[in-house]
Structure formats: C-alpha cells, structure tokens
C-alpha cells in the first residue's frame, strides 16, 4: 500500500512556494527582464553609433560618418557619405569639403560666399538661420541652416514628385583650412535622421560656445531658383 499513499500524498516538488520564495523569485524575473532590455538598449546604441572616419588633407583632420551609410566620393579634400536605406527618393547624406584658407579671409567671409554658391546652385534655396558654435578644441564654427528643393527621380529618368531637403552646413577652420560639412536630408525625415547626423558632429566635438554670440541673421538674405 505504499505506493498508493505516494500517489495519494503531494510531491514535495509541486507544493506551492512560499510568500518569501514567490517574492524571490518574482526579484529574479524582474531582473532578469531588466538586464535584458539594458543588454537590448546597449547593442542598438552600439549600433546607432558606429562609425567609419575619413581622413582628410594628409591627415590634418578625421571625420566620422554613420557605419551602414556608404562612400560614393572620397578624395584628399572631402568625401560624401549617403544612407541607401533613407526612405525617401533623396538620400540622407553628409558632403564634406575644404580647401586652403585665402590671405586675409575671415570664417564669416567664407561663410558668405558659400551662401552665395549655394543661391546659384540650388533650386529654392533659402537659409532659415546662422548661429555661432565651436568645434574642435574651441574652434569658432557657424552653422546655417537652409532649405532647397531636389528632384532626385529626374537624374535617373524617372518621373515624381520633388523633394523638399533641409540642410545644415557646419563651416570652421583647422590648420589653415576651411571645412564645410554639409548634413542633408529630406525635410520630412529630418528628426528621424537625427541620430546619423549625431555621428558626424561628435566626431568634430560641435557644441555651444561658453558666451553665445549668434552669427548675422541669414534669414530671406540669400535665395535661388536656379535649376538643378
């Protein structure tokens, strides 16, 4: 009858826990899940902020871009990087360029002729504001902020409708150069690209300076229509 009364009786295997060992062991889950979601959230950081670098002018400066976005022009003086993932039709892209710094300019004239380029160049140009930053190790900077109109279907010969890009270049000087990097995306996925854009500034340490002073207003100073 001994086997009977085994039956009969619970196994202490599946008697319920008690208060304290339920509140263990709700701890246990609990930090399990946590430790989870923290791994989670530090593999996409990771992820999101993985970079590749360019050097430029016989390694006077470095400049980062997003890991997954792609090179399509590098030379000594500059590079542009694009997202072939972007969803829109015109690609999320960061155009670096430089050149040497002419006798006697100043970082506000050289601002000047870009906007001046960029009027001629682009269709519906028009900057919305020109703020004074610092990159490097306290280097002045101004970044401008502007707006254009692309039609990136048309370059492949295709037929839609164009995009408005909004844009952000970052002017400075380092070692005798100026460097103009130009951030760009279509001004619908302008937040989302945020963190790509990230990338980019923290590698040149953009930030604001101690004592702001706001650079000339550009707002309606420059527009174009010129045709793409």
């Known amino acids: 009858m001994l086997w009977i009364d085994r039956l009969i009786k619970p196994s202490p295997t599946n008697a ?11 701890l246990a889950v609990a930090a399990t899940v946590l430790f989870a979601l ?27 871009y997003p890991e997954r976005w792609v ?17 829109s039709a015109y690609d999320t892209r960061a155009e670096v360029s430089s050149r040497p710094l002419r006798n006697g300019e100043t970082l506000e004239r ?21 703020i004074a930053m610092q990159a490097l190790d306290g280097a002045p900077a101004i970044v401008t902020t502007y707006g254009f109109v692309a039609d990136p279907m048309r370059e492949l010969g295709a037929i839609d409708l164009p995009v408005v890009v909004e844009a ?8 005798g150069w100026v460097y103009v990097i130009s951030l760009r995306a ?6 989302s690209a945020a963190r790509s854009f990230a990338v980019v500034r923290n590698s040149i340490r953009l930030r604001t ?6 650079a000339p207003d550009a707002v309606g100073g420059f527009e174009g229509a010129a045709c793409p």
């Not at 090179?71 to 972007?86: I, Y």
């Not at 050289?110 to 020109?130: G, K, M």
């Not at 952000?168 to 070692?175: G, L």
């Open 71 to 87: 090179l399509r022009e590098q030379d000594d003086a500059g590079f542009t990087a694009v997202h072939l993932a972007s969803p």
């Open 110 to 130: 050289a601002r000047f002729e870009r906007s001046l380029q960029l009027a001629s160049e682009l269709t519906a140009y028009r900057e919305l504001e020109s």
């Open 38 to 64: 923290i791994l989670a959230l530090g593999v996409r950081n990771q992820v999101y902020s993985a970079a590749r670098y360019a050097t430029l002018n016989d390694g006077r400066l470095r400049i980062a």
């Open 16 to 26: 319920p826990p008690s208060p304290g060992e339920q509140v263990r062991n709700d």
């Open 168 to 175: 952000q270049d970052i002017q400075f000087v380092h070692d």
């Open 209 to 214: 300076p101690d004592r702001t002073a706001s």
């Open 186 to 191: 279509d001004a619908a996925h302008w937040e």
